[in-house]
């Protein structure tokens, strides 16, 4: 049985619960035991969110390396090829999970665990809105006026599918101009941040910091090294 909260679900079993204080329940048999670092330094474009490292990931089997813990949340993005969204949980309560219901537009009183992977920027390339928001509000738009704004949807495939892929690959808007690979999953790298954050902060009733939490990001298991960076 799943119980539903404003902004999230845990999923529940009949035996081996651990109880939330926040309404939620997951089985403590099913959950992985968190790791005790925060992500490296170095940052990742402009968002912020920063990937493993080979030797982070070294540091977190030694044990001889401290188990202080600079986090307070682990936030894991599932940025899809379809759909992508965002689950969380706090340190303090790791088998209670956490996952986005509540997105910017959609349909009204539906709830979704993850939205359109459909990003939009103005005519000025500028970052406007992301999934449900992005698809609605394109879509609404005067034809003719929809021809200066750049609609991508589905983009993340062509990271797999590039051969030669480098910092200067492009990808194809649905008007047909030309926009930087980087530059897109940076502006939705971005979004998926400023979503998180804000939640934690209205969930804690504190303002969260970035060194807060650490990132998680999905990637395809089949994809090759140049895509998976």
């Known amino acids: 049985m799943e119980s539903v909260g404003v902004y999230g679900l845990c999923g529940c079993a009949a035996k081996s619960k651990v109880k939330c204080d926040s309404r939620w329940e997951i089985p403590a048999s099913e959950t992985a035991p968190t790791s005790a670092y925060s992500s490296p330094a170095r940052s990742l474009g402009d968002t912020g969110i920063t990937p493993l490292s080979p030797s982070h990931i070294a540091n977190d089997a030694d044990p001889n390396v401290s188990e202080q813990q600079t986090f307070l949340v682990v936030v894991a993005i599932d940025f899809g090829t379809t759909s992508s969204g965002y689950a969380y949980s706090f ?14 537009g959609g349909d009204p009183g539906v709830s979704n665990q993850k939205t ?41 495939m062509k990271l797999h599918t590039t051969g030669d892929l480098n910092m200067d690959t492009d990808l194809t808007a649905a ?9 897109i999953f940076a502006y939705a790298l971005q979004y998926f941040k400023e979503q998180a954050l804000k939640e934690l902060s209205d969930q804690a009733g504190s303002e969260f910091e970035n060194s807060d939490v650490r990132w998680v990001i999905t990637v395809p298991a089949i994809w090759k090294q140049p895509a998976k960076q």
């Not at 970052?127 to 983009?155: I, V």
């Open 175 to 183: 008007n047909g101009k030309k926009v930087k690979a980087l530059e």
């Open 91 to 104: 340190t303090k309560e790791p088998e209670c999970i956490h996952v986005m219901r509540r997105w910017e």
């Open 116 to 156: 359109p992977t459909t990003i939009l920027l103005t005519p000025e390339r500028k970052f406007h809105s992301f999934g449900y928001a992005a698809r609605d509000f394109y879509h609404d738009l005067d034809p003719n006026e929809a021809k200066q704004w750049l609609y991508l949807e589905k983009f993340k």
